[in-house]
């Protein structure tokens, strides 16, 4: 018996520990942190649904335990029934009532906050930006068409403002999901576009998610959403207009990777706001807060990926092998270089916490 118990025991303190643990982990992907438009609305409503529930829960639960203690059955009650009550019609429409009644006090904020999330009134305004979102297995392509800018996994935005973005897929159906600054929504293929907005009310990096499963990979399919102040949002598009694509290489072994990624690369990756290829522009790459939306941004983790991007990402679109270790190691050299913009993660007020 008390081996058991102390079985169970072990399992409920594992069960307890899971749960604190895993508030830890990574900061800004969280949405019961709202820190943007989309995401504080949500919020709202999750605790309006939560007082609700609570307020049913004590009420149930205070008549439940009345009725406990009060009418229990007394010594020398064995064969006594009680006095039937079904029928009276005054119960009945109080326990119609009441409920309905809560519905709707849950109803109207929701909806409202439904047209809220869809009102697009602004987006044909003057300086208003719109964003181009592709879906891809297992990356995301950002476009931003009146700016003539294309990157990918790292979505640049201004803080404090609206921006749209116009969203599908070029293979299945992907969601885009950044908790922390907005709802989630999903690409599709073919012309069936969505839209949603964004808007950051701090500046910071925060985490964004695929959540449609999506291939091998899906769980592996990060972003982040960047918020910069307006300056330096104007100044990163600025830098990325200006990206000279064949600008020479510095050093002689960041050149011999420039021809061969030219060689080897290009059939798939741009750099500029090239045609989007079938895989992620590069442009700015030096500054990506990670590779491939997940490996941390250092030399040889990008060797590790150029060569074996299979055993990183199993089922990803890009071919392994296509260049010897030594060959990465230089286009290495040359990608590490696109340094395109002063603007970065690194300037937004608040730095990302990493795991604990
Ligand atoms: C057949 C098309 C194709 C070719 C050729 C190709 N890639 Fe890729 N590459 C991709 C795709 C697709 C991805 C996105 C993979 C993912 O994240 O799922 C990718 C991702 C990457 C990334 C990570 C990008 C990011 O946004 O973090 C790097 C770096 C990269 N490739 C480098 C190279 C280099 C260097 C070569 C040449 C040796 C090359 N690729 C050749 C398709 C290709
Ligand atoms: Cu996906």
Not at 39 to 54: G, K, N, P, R, T
Not at 154 to 168: A, F, N, T
Request: hydrophobic content about 40%; proline content about 5%; aromatic content about 10%.
């Amino acid at each position: 018996m008390r081996g058991w118990m102390g079985k169970f025991r072990s399992l409920f303190l594992f069960g307890a520990l899971t749960l604190l643990l895993s508030g830890c982990g990574v900061d800004n992907l969280s949405a019961l942190k709202p820190k943007g438009y989309g995401s504080e609305l949500l919020f709202d409503l999750m605790l309006i649904s939560i007082a609700i529930m609570l307020f049913v829960f004590v009420i149930v639960m205070a008549i439940y335990t009345f009725v406990l203690i009060r009418y229990r059955q007394k010594k020398g009650q064995e064969d006594f029934i009680p006095k039937q009550t079904e029928g009276v019609k005054a119960l009945e429409i109080i326990w119609t009532v009441i409920p309905i009644i809560l519905l709707l006090v849950l109803a109207v904020p929701t909806v409202q906050a439904t047209f809220d999330l869809a009102d697009e009134s602004t987006k044909d305004d003057e300086g208003v930006t719109t964003i181009e979102v592709t879906g891809n297995q297992f990356w995301w392509h950002f476009g931003y068409p009146n700016d003539e800018i294309s990157t990918s996994q790292d979505l640049y935005i201004p803080v404090g403002e609206k921006v749209y973005l116009d969203m599908k897929s070029s293979d299945v159906i992907h969601s885009f999901w950044v908790p922390s600054i907005a709802g989630k929504m999903d690409t599709n293929p073919g012309d069936n576009n969505n839209t949603m907005s964004l808007e950051a009310y701090e500046e910071g990096v925060y985490w964004g998610q695929c959540t449609e499963l999506c291939g091998e990979s899906h769980s592996l399919m990060d972003f982040r959403v960047i918020a910069v102040s307006p300056e330096d949002y104007e100044q990163w598009k600025e830098d990325m207009q200006n990206v000279d694509p064949e600008a020479e290489a510095q050093t002689a072994d960041a050149q011999e990777g420039q021809d061969l990624f030219e060689n080897s690369c290009m059939g798939c990756h741009a750099i500029g706001d090239g045609a989007a290829g079938q895989g992620p522009n590069l442009t700015n790459f030096a500054n990506r807060t990670k590779i491939a939306g997940i490996l941390e941004p250092s030399k040889e983790n990008l060797v590790n990926w150029i060569v074996n991007p299979e055993e990183i990402k199993p089922g990803n679109q890009m071919p392994a092998n296509l260049v010897s270790e030594e060959e990465a190691s230089k286009i290495a050299d040359y990608l590490l270089e696109l340094d395109h913009s002063d603007i970065g993660p690194e300037s937004v007020d608040e730095q990302p916490q990493e795991e604990d």
